[in-house]
T-cell receptor
Framework: DVKVTQSSRYLVKRTGEKVFLECVQD?????MFWYRQDPGLGLRLIYF???????EKGDIPEGYSVSREKKERFSLILESASTNQTSMYLC??????????FGPGTRLTVT | QKEVEQNSGPLSVPEGAIASLNCTYSDRGSQSFFWYRQYSGKSPELIMSIYSNGDKEDGRFTAQLNKASQYVSLLIRDSQPSDSATYLC???????????FGKGTMLLVSP
């Protein structure tokens, strides 16, 4: 079974803080993704990576950056958290353009 | 413009009935199609994938694909209250290395 884990289920941060969300997958998948999900807006792609040290912007990259130093690990960084970044953050991985497998999600609240 | 459309619902069915969930997509070159189930507060879980025209059955679930009409559907037979969730349709659109997700249809199965 594919397993995707995320570092925290719930996180509360203050405005202006730097926030790190980590994701690890154990299936040697080449592709990894970061989404945010908000009511009424569906899943929105922030960034994805198709190889170590490679990254591509998704639909809403502003205010975020990513890091992929090892194949199994993909980090999302909020450089200076803002209240409009309060959301559910979901990591996923896939092999090629095949189905994506999601982690449990991190519910981030920025106050 | 890559688009995947779903009726937001809720779709209400009685226990034991067949639930029919529909999804349309705009890109004729799309080749891979997926259905995910998402319980409230949880992450999406892959339940079906389909790649060629016709029906694909897995237990109580049947995915149907019609590329000429650009729609994919999910039938759930003998619906159970535990099937109450939001169902997301996802499409691998040609030219993109990511999946495009619909916003989901909420299904409510009443006992």
């Amino acid at each position: 079974d594919v397993k995707v884990t995320q570092s925290s289920r719930y996180l509360v941060k203050r405005t202006g803080e730097k926030v790190f969300l980590e994701c690890v997958q154990d299936m040697d998948h080449e592709n990894m993704f970061w989404y945010r999900q908000d009511p009424g807006l569906g899943l929105r792609l922030i960034y994805f990576s198709y190889d170590v040290k490679m990254k591509e912007k998704g639909d809403i990259p502003e205010g975020y950056s990513v890091s992929r130093e090892k194949k199994e690990r993909f980090s999302l960084i909020l450089e200076s958290a803002s209240t409009n970044q309060t959301s559910m953050y979901l990591c996923a991985s896939s092999f090629g353009r095949d189905e994506q497998y999601f982690g449990p999600g991190t519910r981030l609240t920025v106050t | 413009q890559k688009e995947v459309e779903q009726n937001s619902g809720p779709l209400s069915v009685p226990e034991g009935a067949i639930a029919s969930l529909n999804c349309t997509y705009s890109d004729r070159g799309s080749q891979s199609f997926f259905w995910y189930r998402q319980y409230s507060g949880k992450s999406p879980e892959l339940i079906m994938s389909i790649y060629s025209n016709g029906d694909k059955e897995d237990g109580r679930f049947t995915a149907q694909l019609n590329k000429a009409s650009q729609y994919v559907s999910l039938l759930i037979r003998d619906s159970q209250p535990s099937d109450s969730a939001t169902y997301l349709c996802a499409v691998a659109i040609s030219g993109y290395s990511t999946l495009t997700f619909g916003k989901g249809t909420m299904l409510l199965v009443s006992p």
